[in-house]
């Protein structure tokens, strides 16, 4: 079984940027697309970004696009998200999650495992 922790969310300004991590262990995530996803309070979580398992396909919701990079290293067994020019409507708790099953399935929310979260706060 795969444990997933997220880390480097935070408080930051609107405009200001926030690199997240996600460290797995357990098992390796090289064959498996991965996925981050967001939940604001009082909101349904939301898919955010998809990276395939070679990291060769990206995919994003509309609201990131240009400002949000998924990526990984699969080496380190590590997801990550850079989110830049944030904007105070990217508050929300970010997940990270995997999924044996094809990239493509990611944005419907399929995963096999999920983290806990990490909290990012966008001030205006």
């Known amino acids: 079984q795969v444990q997933l922790v997220e880390s480097g969310g935070g408080l930051v300004q609107a405009g200001g940027s926030l690199r997240l991590s996600c460290a797995a262990s357990g098992r390796t995530i090289s064959s498996s697309a991965m996925g981050w996803f967001r939940q604001a309070p009082g909101k349904e979580r939301e898919f955010v970004a998809a990276?395939?398992?070679?990291?060769?396909?990206?995919y994003y919701t509309d609201s990131v696009k240009g400002r949000f990079t998924i990526s990984r290293d699969n080496a380190k067994n590590t997801l990550y998200l850079q989110m830049n020019s944030l904007k105070p409507e990217d508050t929300a708790r970010y997940y990270c999650?995997?999924?044996?099953?094809?990239?493509?399935?990611?944005?419907?929310?399929?995963?096999?495992?999920w983290g806990k979260g990490t909290l990012v706060t966008v001030s205006s």
């Open positions: 990276i395939s398992w070679s990291g060769g396909n990206t």
């Open positions: 999650a995997l999924t044996s099953k094809s990239v493509v399935v990611v944005r419907l929310g399929r995963m096999d495992n």
